[in-house]
Structures are given as C-alpha cells and as structure tokens.
C-alpha cells in the first residue's frame, strides 16, 4: 500500500478528505504533516512548508488554512493506535506513535509524571506525522567504502536530525544483509530498533525492506538489545539508531569484544561538532569506528558530505 | 369430549407461559454470565497481551455463546471498515442495535453505553479499573438473580399451572 493510503486511512474524516486532494505523486515528497490544535494544518516537504485550505488548495497565507480543532486529533489519535491507545503506552511514554508503513507521529499533551518519570501523556494537543521514506539504493555511494575484502568497515553515520541518516542506515543494512553480486557475501545483522525507526516494525512485522539476512528487535533498549542479540542470534553485523549515552558506548565495546562489526548512526555536524560532545568524544578518542560518514541537507535530504578514516583523523576518504 | 381437550389445552398453555417466564429469567442470568466473561478476557487480552481492540474482540467474540457475542464480533467487523468514527459511537450504536437479540435489560445496555466512553483511551490502568466496574455490578447482578431463580422463579412455573387450573375449573 502507498504513503497516501497509508495515511488517509488514520486521519479524522475532515482532515480525511482535505489529504484526499493531494495527488498520490505529492505525496511521495510530503516530509512532516503537521496538526495542532486551533492552528492550521500544515505540510512540509523537502522544499518548503505549505497550509493548506479546508479545500484542499495550498496556500502559504496561514489565515487561509483550515484550523485544526480538537476532536480532530482525538479522533486521529483514536484510529492511529487500532482504537487502543493503552497497547502503546510504552511508546506514548517516549513521545510517539509508529504507523503501518513505518511512519513515525510525535506527540506533545499534558504529560503525567509519577515517581518522577514520565507516566503518560493525556490531552493531547499536537501531532506531527513524519513520513518514512524508504529509498531504496540511497546507500550506493558509500557502500564501497563500508565494504573491505571480505569484511565490513566499523561505520559511524553522523548527520543534523531530518538528514536521511536512519534512512541511509536503513538501506546499508538491506544491501550488506542481502549481500552485492560481485562485492561482497551477505551478512547476518542483528538491528536494535528501539524506536521502530530502522524497521518500521507495526505489531513486530517489518514494514520496511531491511533484508533477508536480517534480525529485528523491536522497541528494545539498545544496551539490553545488543546484550540479546550477542547471545542469541548470532549476527556478524549489529546495527543500532542514534546512540549517545554512556551505556550504549559500555554495550557498543562489548559488541567490539565479541568480534562484530557495528554500523550506528548519531546526530551532529561535524567532527569537531561530535568532539565537543564528552560522552562521543570519548567514543572516537578510542578509533573504533573505521569510516565515520556525514550528511548534510545541503543539496536535500541525505547529501553525502564526507567520509572519514576514524582510525586516523588526518585521512579524509571521500 | 371437547371439554377435556378445552381444559388440557387451556393447561399446557398456561403450564407453558410459566416455563416461558422460569426460561427467560435463566437465559437472563446466562447472558449476565457471558458477558461477565467476555469482559474478564477483555481484561487479560489488554493487561496481559496488550492486544489493540479489534483483535481483542474477535477473539472474544469467537470465543463466547449467547447473542451477547454479537456486542463483540459486530463491533469488530465495524471497526475494521475504518470509517473514521470514534470508538465510543461504534460501540452505541451496536449496543442499541444488538441488544433486543440478547435477554439484557435496559439497566445493561445503559451501562455498557457508559463503557463504551472510555474504552480504548489512554492507559491499561484505566481500561482494567473500567472492567472492574462493570463487573463488580455484573457480579452482584448475577448473584440477584441466581437467588431469585431459587426463590423465585419456580414459582412461574407453579403459578402457570395452577392458574391454568383455576381458569379451567371457573370455565367449566
């Protein structure tokens, strides 16, 4: 099924019908929708962002564009999560929503604290749905560069949020699980995707191609995954989401330890954006990471910047 | 001759409507049953298996007898239609429409309304405090009911028959 249908499919009937104007082949490039509360319903694609009228013509006046009201959200909420908002309360918790298809809705609202961490979120007041799109091949470019002989390269993925970065990660690990006629065999990967992101898993099942090679566990803590997959399923490859914290550097070690290769993505600009950063500094102090990659948004969505040498910090690749 | 056929049609009729009153009130407690049950799996499917509604009901509604299972296997197919109404107007709308095939009273379809608002929204603490409810009155409502089977109930049949036989006796 499409993005529009998809989408159309969890939307109030009001907003429903206004989305129904947009042509399926808009939709492809639509990025963020975004539905707030007595503001107007916005879109924004990779270019620039757009109201739109409660005719379903684009406009860039936000007075013309339809205003959000909030049995809108409520209802759009209610058909998001199957009418059970109470099976995603582990992911409510943590801000968002995963859509068949992999797409991904953030949440703000009131939020319920109890024993100081946040409980829930209740009178939900803004919504924004970030389209997943899978580009299938989007990692051509780097993928001689990840492949040496007859083992892959440590690959560090850095890049601003909304670069392409998960998407990049996404088809590297589809194209090295598949493996590449003439390059390289295909590997095991085991994917912690403790966002949903990676895979876009909707009740477990993988909405996205991640390969055939491929594990997936899904909505799990990054240390205790990677712990999990080691043990279990045997992967050559373990590739996570935007690691950071002190614990995912302790867990990506004893992925190192145990001898396999690590693909993972973080959010940063530069190299020395990511020294300034104690925890990821100490990370590239200690040259695990053979090719740390950076995007940029400069010509769109995941332009290629460089790629590095992590090993040796002098040696620019590409 | 056409006397005694008067007299015993007159008889099993009105043995009949006695049996028909003692029946109805044990199907009643029947239909409480079920659906005292149907809203315990309801209550393990969300707290346990954390399963989204529409599934949840299906499996609930296969798994019951009596009409009280249509409540869940129309609000099933209803819901998979995806037509972009809430939950709570769903769930009326099968509630009102099923009922009169079930032996509930309006009491029940009142209450089962008032559950359909919250179903589905926000956490499972809040879902399984509103089963516990609603059980809690099916419970007391079903222990009334199961005493006055053994009170009261019989007695229909009785009266039927001795009413039967009072009419028959002034008649003839």
């Known amino acids: 099924m499409n993005i529009k249908n998809h989408l159309l499919q969890v939307c109030s009937p009001t907003i429903q019908n206004i989305l129904n104007t947009i042509s399926y082949q808009q939709f492809e490039k639509i990025e963020e929708i975004r539905i707030r509360v007595n503001q107007p319903l916005f879109i924004k694609n990779a270019k620039e962002e757009q109201f739109i009228t409660p005719y379903g013509k684009w406009t860039s006046y936000p007075t013309e564009g339809y205003i959000c009201v909030l ?59 970030r389209i997943s799109h899978e580009k299938i091949g989007c990692a051509d470019p780097i993928i ?42 295909g590997y095991t990967v085991g994917v912690v995707d403790e966002r949903s992101e990676i895979a876009g898993c909707y009740q477990g099942l993988p909405q996205k191609n991640i390969g055939f090679r491929t594990d997936v566990l899904d909505g799990c803590p990054k240390v205790e995954g990677m712990m999990m997959l080691l043990r279990s399923m ?41 020294k300034t950063k104690p925890v990821l500094s100490a990370l590239l102090h200690k040259k695990i990471f053979e090719r740390i990659i950076f995007l940029s ?12 040498d992590g090993t040796n910090w002098e040696r620019t690749i590409l | 001759m056409i006397k005694i056929i008067g007299i015993l049609l007159i008889l099993i009729s009105s043995a009949l409507i006695g049996t028909y009153f003692l029946k109805r009130h044990l199907y009643y407690v029947e239909d409480l049953q079920m659906l005292y ?22 499996q609930i509604g296969i798994r019951l007898e009596t009409n009280v299972r249509l409540f869940f296997i129309e609000t099933t197919k209803e819901l ?38 919250t179903l589905g929204y926000l956490d499972r603490e809040m879902q399984i405090k509103n089963i516990m409810l609603i059980k809690s009155y099916l419970e007391e409502q079903i222990q009334q009911a199961i005493n006055y089977k053994n009170q009261q109930a019989k007695l229909y049949q009785r009266l039927g028959i001795l009413g039967g036989l009072l009419i028959s006796i002034i008649l003839f």
């Not at chain 1, 989401?241 to 530069?270: M, P, Q, R, W």
């Not at chain 2, 049950?37 to 509604?53: A, C, D, F, Q, R």
């Not at chain 2, 709570?88 to 559950?115: A, G, H, M, Q």
Request: charged share 25%; proline share 4%; hydrophobic share 35%.
């Open chain 1, 234 to 274: 045997a992967p050559e490859i373990i590739a996570v989401d935007e690691i950071g914290s002190e614990e995912d550097i302790y867990a990506i070690e004893n992925v190192l330890n145990a001898g396999c290769k690590i693909f993972c993505t973080v959010h940063g600009n530069s190299i020395e954006d990511l």
């Open chain 1, 297 to 308: 948004h400069r010509c769109g969505p995941g332009t290629l910047e460089k790629i590095m």
């Open chain 2, 80 to 117: 998979k239609k995806k037509t972009g109404k809430s939950i709570s107007v769903i769930w009326e709308d099968i509630i009102k429409k099923n009922i009169e095939y079930t032996y509930l009273t309006s009491e029940e379809e009142r209450l089962l309304v008032s559950f359909g608002k």
């Open chain 2, 37 to 58: 049950k149907g809203l315990t799996m309801l209550e393990s499917e969300i707290y346990y298996s954390k399963s989204p509604l529409p599934i949840a009901l299906e």
């Open chain 1, 144 to 185: 001689p560069y990840v492949i040496s002989g007859n083992s892959v390269y440590h690959t560090l993925i850095v890049s601003p949020p909304g670069c392409g970065k998960t998407t990049l990660l996404r088809d590297l690990i589809r194209q090295i699980s598949n493996g590449i006629p003439k390059q390289s065999k």
């Open chain 1, 71 to 129: 049995e809108d959200i409520s209802l759009t909420l209610e058909l998001m999560s199957d009418y059970s908002l109470y099976a995603f309360e582990e992911e409510i918790k943590h801000g968002y929503l995963t859509l068949p298809g992999g797409h991904r809705v953030g949440l703000t609202g009131r939020v319920i604290i109890e024993n100081g961490q946040v409980k829930n979120l209740k009178y939900i007041n803004g919504l924004n749905i």
